[in-house]
């Protein structure tokens, strides 16, 4: 590593080129260098921390000239004071984390040289309300705008192909996205906790995915894909519907749901809402059912889905029920007391987790096994009462500070 006062340099010998890896700047505004000791300069950063790493805290500018062709990752990680950057167009790539936690910048412009923005790159730019996508783009990563809670308006380029799993989760200021012709991939909660969000809407050219009402569907509209957090009310799955993937109505603000006959498959924690009050069934239905808003299968053997927000304090699972599914009761604060069967004969991962006013909980003697994490934060469950026989997952008791009680 060498310095000139400034900067400090690093020299790749096998391209032939340096890289910024410190800055010392004192001043508001920063402009790298195009070229040191007669060789060009073409990286900020060196893949291992910021250049900037806390020295700096009065950079409020940053020019990055031409001839830069990358910017390493964690480049600019922590730089809170940075309001505006220069990019050039000679730019290829940005790294990960590239911006993360730059509090203070909001808007970019990215060069249309850029066709990925890598994981990470702008998490937590909690003030960035602008950013122009080039169409050159492909992909955007993994969280790569999470957090970023003033950003209310992203128009994604027709290049685009793929969205990595939570890319926009928390953006609590998006309203609406317009997914582009060109999506063929997208992950899991790229919206996630995107409370606003209302409207999902797809380019009628895609020939993968689909919109109907603002929820999104593949484009055979057999399965539902994902459901905005933001739209209230009561929803009808649309007739034809065969599938609901994981996670899609997660903490959704919609109180009541509506399945239709076609409906035969759902994924865990596919109807998690937090607002969930009723889960309805088409009599027709020849896989599920529902009974006082809750859901089952047909054959009444499984219990699937309580409604998050239901109104009740008390509830008696029927006689015949044989397994609760995991996630079932997850996250029900309003629950006080709950009955079991003496027909039960599993219960799954996670299935009372976060009952909050659960007290105190009796298991059939005909119980024989309790999953993982099953009474994890519920702070006033004081006794689960359960059988010796009752195999139990390693973790079934995780987090759980009450008494067991076990009877013969």
């Given amino acids: 590593m060498e310095m000139d006062g400034l900067f400090a340099f690093e020299l790749n010998e096998a391209e032939g080129y340096w890289s910024v890896t410190r800055c010392y700047g004192k001043g508001e505004e920063v402009v790298f260098p195009v070229f040191y000791k007669g060789k060009p300069v073409k990286k900020v950063g060196d893949d291992k921390f910021s250049p900037f790493k806390k020295r700096v805290k009065t ?8 001839g830069y062709t990358s910017i390493g990752e964690r480049a600019f990680l922590g730089c809170e004071e940075l309001t505006s950057i220069e990019l ?87 309203t609406e996205i317009k997914l582009p012709e060109s999506l063929a991939s997208i992950g ?25 009402d603002g929820v999104m569907f593949d484009k055979t509209m057999i399965t539902l894909i994902l459901f905005p957090e933001g739209k209230k009310g009561k929803y009808s799955v649309p007739d034809g519907i065969v599938a609901i993937e994981s996670n899609a109505f997660n903490n959704c603000k919609i109180t009541g749901i509506s399945i239709p006959e076609s409906f035969q498959s759902i994924d865990s924690f596919g109807f998690h809402g ?116 009752t195999k139990r997952g390693q973790k079934a008791f995780m987090g759980f500070k009450g008494r067991r009680i076990y009877v013969d």
């Fill in 59 to 66: 950079i409020k500018r940053v020019i990055i000239p031409e």
């Fill in 88 to 174: 050039p167009e000679s730019l290829a790539s940005i790294g990960e984390m590239a911006f993360f936690d730059c509090i203070g910048l909001t808007e970019i412009k990215l060069p249309d040289s850029i066709t990925t923005i890598r994981k990470e790159a702008f998490l937590d730019c909690i003030g960035l309300m602008n950013i122009k996508l080039p169409e050159s783009l492909a992909s955007i990563e993994e969280r790569a705008f999470g957090d970023c809670i003033s950003l209310t308006d992203i128009k994604l380029p027709k290049s685009l192909a793929s969205i990595g799993e939570g890319a926009f989760g928390f953006c609590t200021g998006l």
């Fill in 188 to 212: 899991e909660a790229v919206f996630c906790g995107c409370t606003g969000l209302t409207e999902i809407s797809v380019d009628e050219n895609n020939s993968d995915f689909c919109s109907f």
């Fill in 274 to 389: 937090n607002q969930l009050t009723d889960i309805t069934v088409s009599e027709l239905n020849s896989v599920f059912c529902s009974i006082d808003g809750v859901l089952f299968d047909k054959k009444k053997h499984k219990l699937i889905e309580y409604p998050r927000n239901k109104n009740k304090t008390d509830y008696v699972v029927p006689e015949g029920i044989k397994f609760i599914e995991p996630f079932a009761f997850n996250g029900c604060k309003r629950l006080v007391n709950i009955v079991l069967p003496q027909s039960l004969e599993l219960i799954g991962d996670h299935v009372f987790a976060g009952c909050e006013g659960l007290k105190a909980i009796i298991l059939p003697m005909s119980l024989q096994y309790i999953g993982e994490h099953v009474f994890e934060d519920c702070p006033n469950l004081e006794t689960v009462t359960l059988s010796r026989k």
